[in-house]
């Protein structure tokens, strides 16, 4: 089609307006989703929900500048647009069929909510805080502030695992390594005492210790693992640092050895008494 014939089913008159509109529509939704952030910022309590009224009012934003753009710019009312409507469109869709795809699952996601902006998510080999989902991809923010753009479309056919669930707390799960021969019931105390006096500690629900034996490498050892709630997803590691270096630290304290330095200790034991055995054992008896 010749794109003089285009031409007539475009208003252009009604071309500034439109591009009014659109940058109207970029201003809004920028301040918008700054202010609600702020907003989240200083009202921790409700930052998770602040998060996602800013997921989807950017979502309806963008829907609704599309809409007034293609009302005030196109004429609509030609049938002859239509059809030619309809066979860009199906051009369209071939170009951009991953495009479109991921925008699909952009509303999914939004409606049907497996996780939420603000949640904790492990997806594939990256595992962060979902800062934005959007019409085309999902930004994740690792724990070592790299900044992950994962698209929609991927979501739908493989699993992701949310940890708070849109909840602010979340679990943290620390293990702990002790030599098997070791006072566990007191290393299993100095854990649970270290959770349940840490300054990120979320007290309204429980701190659990579970103890197991289990073989690490060609060792025996006794694992205690902790599983406790942070107050606030954000301070997930700053918890489970902070435990750690208190739990070592009172190990220290009360003599309980760690799998590394009792098996060193054995093996030097082990070669200490192996000379002597060495040293004690009789010679030839002289040469008459």
Same mark, same amino acid.
């Given at each position: ?5 285009? *031409? ?6 009604? $071309?500034?307006?439109?591009?009014? &509109?659109? &940058?109207?529509? =970029? ?8 202010? @609600? ?10 930052? @998770? +929900? ?15 500048? &599309? ?12 049938? /002859? ?13 071939? /170009?951009?069929?991953?495009?479109? /795809? ?14 939420? &902006? ?11 805080? *979902?800062?934005? $989902? ?6 994740? #923010? ?5 900044? =992950?753009?994962?698209?929609? !479309? ?8 949310? !940890? ?13 390594? $002790? ?21 990120? #500690? ?8 579970? #103890? ?13 693992? @902790? ?18 270096? %208190? ?14 330095? !009792?098996? %060193?200790?054995?093996? +030097? ?17 002289? /040469?008459?």
């Amino acid at each position: 089609m010749d794109p003089q014939d285009l *031409v007539r089913f475009i208003h252009v008159d009604r $071309i500034p307006f439109a591009l009014l &509109v659109l &940058v109207v529509g =970029v201003v809004v939704v920028r301040f918008s989703a700054r202010f @609600l952030d702020q907003l989240g910022e200083r009202f921790t309590d409700r930052r @998770l +929900l602040l998060k996602k009224v800013a997921a989807l009012s950017r979502f309806f934003i963008y829907l609704l500048i &599309v809409v007034i753009i293609s009302t005030s710019v196109l004429a609509l009312e030609s049938e /002859a647009l239509l059809a030619v409507a309809g066979s860009i469109g199906v051009a369209v869709g071939f /170009a951009f069929k991953d495009l479109l /795809a991921s925008v699909i699952a952009g509303v999914i996601l939004l409606m049907d909510q497996p996780f939420q &902006v603000g949640d904790r998510v492990t997806f594939g080999t990256y595992y962060g805080e *979902v800062k934005e $989902i959007g019409l085309r991809s999902v930004r994740v #923010v690792t724990l070592d502030d790299n900044l =992950v753009t994962i698209p929609n !479309a991927l979501f739908l056919s493989e699993a992701v695992a949310s !940890a708070n669930a849109g909840q602010l707390d979340a679990m943290v799960v620390v293990p702990f390594y $002790i030599a098997a021969a070791e006072d566990y019931e007191k290393a299993q105390e100095i854990v649970r005492e270290a959770a349940l006096t840490s300054a990120y #500690v979320y007290v309204e629900k429980p701190v659990v210790t579970l #103890v197991s034996d289990e073989f690490l490498g060609e060792r025996f050892v006794t694992i205690i693992r @902790l599983k406790a709630y942070v107050f606030d997803a954000r301070y997930e590691k700053a918890f489970s640092s902070d435990i750690t270096r %208190r739990v070592k630290s009172a190990f220290r304290s009360s003599e309980i050895r760690g799998p590394d330095i !009792a098996y %060193r200790d054995l093996d +030097l034991n082990h070669g200490v008494e192996t000379l002597m055995d060495i040293a004690t054992v009789p010679g030839p008896p002289p /040469a008459q």
